[in-house]
């Protein structure tokens, strides 16, 4: 300034802007002082980037007094400022004062644009508030046809309320009047239904979207596939893997996963391996997922040693076993009967810096049984040591023990800690 040098609206403009996209929120707010200072008047773009850059980071505060500071300076706000301040206070969950903003807007005739209405949206409908139906409506009062994204929003905010026959409803809307809905609103439909387990529908939808010419992603597809495993429809899983390849859509190693965990709920343990040698042959890899799913398959149908091997080959493979891996295995030899490669897995668990878990603690006291009641007592305050409080089950095992071994007061003691506990004994107990 010393050289007479004063820098313009438009220079300290791109000054400020160019602050914001280097992080530097506090070095724009100075040089925005620095223009008053300057008498020099900040405009709509300065406000608007500083209020967007202090709702980044969550100043919602500083962010509504530099929105009061636009009408104390005359300076008039669009719809763009509005925007910017409603998204802000979505990101803080204040829903009321975004919506409060929305009345203020009508009421000062600054008319908001397709982006304005689908921040709306979201915002509504992360709050699960009913308000998002009635702001739907209001996108075609304003003369606007909602896209693809403000379907999308929907869809997603009443499949995560459990509305599923809404969601389609609106689908169906979409068709009607020629809104072509892309592939990324397709893939939260699809994933909406399949959680509600309404996989025939699902199936109607990706088949409408091949016809379309939409082509489905491998989100779409394995949110299908994934429900058809977790209803034991193998073979229609597989079917839907094939023709996503044929139509070049690529798998991820999450699909493969969900086909292997799949195959060994149902004991199909051929299938789950030969899902497994496709992806050792392809470039797909496997993860330690995939591992626990298979050696929870194997102990299930009391093939522990072929499980163990498999645990070797975790290793080898470059992974390390978790609590998962460990708590299949003491539960296969627990349910096996071998007692002693259960108490061995569990302290190589613990070697490994492992934390057991309640599900370690199930199949350990119920599998030691025989080993007397002052050693699953022994186990028992291992698990209190490690902050892990016992429930049902493990009190069901520890009062079995007590009666195969004739002690009735620790028995009764049990029962009546089970109580004190607020765990309501069942017909086992």
Same mark, same amino acid.
């Given at each position: ?27 724009? *707010? ?104 009635? $702001?739907?409506?209001? *996108? ?99 079917? *839907? ?131 007397? $009641?002052?050693? $699953? ?41 089970? $109580? ?10």
């Amino acid at each position: 300034m010393e050289s007479g040098f004063r820098p313009n609206k438009f220079m300290y403009s791109k000054a400020v802007e160019a602050s914001l996209k280097m992080g530097d929120l506090d070095r724009g *707010i100075e040089l925005m002082e620095n223009m008053k200072k300057a008498r020099v008047s900040p405009n709509l773009f300065v406000y608007n980037i500083l209020i967007g850059g202090l709702c980044k980071w969550k100043k919602i505060g500083d962010a509504e007094k530099l929105f009061k500071e636009t009408t104390d300076r005359k300076v008039a706000v669009s719809c763009v400022t509005y925007y910017i301040l409603i998204d802000g206070y979505y990101k803080v969950g204040n829903v009321d004062k975004a919506l409060n903003l929305r009345v203020r807007m009508k009421m000062e005739n600054v008319e908001p644009s397709l982006i304005t209405f689908n921040s709306l949206l979201s915002g509504l409908w992360k709050a699960q508030r009913i308000e998002a139906k009635k $702001v739907f409506e209001e *996108i075609r009062v304003h003369g606007f046809v909602p896209d693809a994204f403000a379907y999308s929003i929907c869809f997603d905010g009443l499949s995560k309320c459990g509305d599923c026959e809404a969601a389609l409803a609106l689908y169906e809307d979409a068709n009607s009047k020629g809104v072509r809905i892309n592939t990324y609103a397709c893939g939260i439909l699809l994933n909406g239904l399949c959680k509600e387990g309404k996989v025939e529908k699902a199936e109607e939808i990706l088949e409408e979207m091949e016809n379309k010419g939409i082509k489905p992603n491998v989100v779409s597809y394995g949110s299908l596939i994934n429900c058809l495993c977790k209803d034991g429809k193998l073979l229609e899983a597989e079917i *839907i893997l094939r023709d996503m390849v044929n139509r070049g859509v690529s798998p991820i190693v999450q699909i493969y996963n969900m086909l292997v965990d799949g195959s060994c709920a149902v004991g199909k343990l051929k299938d789950a391996f030969r899902f497994f040698d496709e992806m050792l042959k392809s470039e797909i890899g496997l993860t330690l997922v995939t591992y626990n799913s298979l050696i929870n398959g194997l102990c299930k149908n009391r093939r522990v040693k072929k499980a163990e091997d498999l645990l070797l080959q975790i290793t080898s493979s470059g992974f390390s076993p978790d609590v998962i891996t460990y708590n299949s295995l003491i539960s296969g030899y627990s349910t096996a009967g071998n007692t002693q490669k259960c108490l061995e897995l569990y302290e190589n668990m613990k070697n490994l810096g492992i934390k057991p878990t309640l599900k370690t603690f199930h199949p350990l006291i119920s599998g030691c049984y025989k080993k007397g $009641v002052a050693f $699953v007592e022994k186990l028992s305050n291992d698990m209190l040591e490690m902050d892990l409080a016992p429930d049902r089950v493990i009190f069901d095992a520890f009062i079995r023990c007590c009666v195969e071994h004739g002690d009735v007061q620790k028995e009764f003691d049990l029962h009546r800690g089970m $109580v004190d506990q607020g765990i309501n004994p069942d017909k086992m107990t």
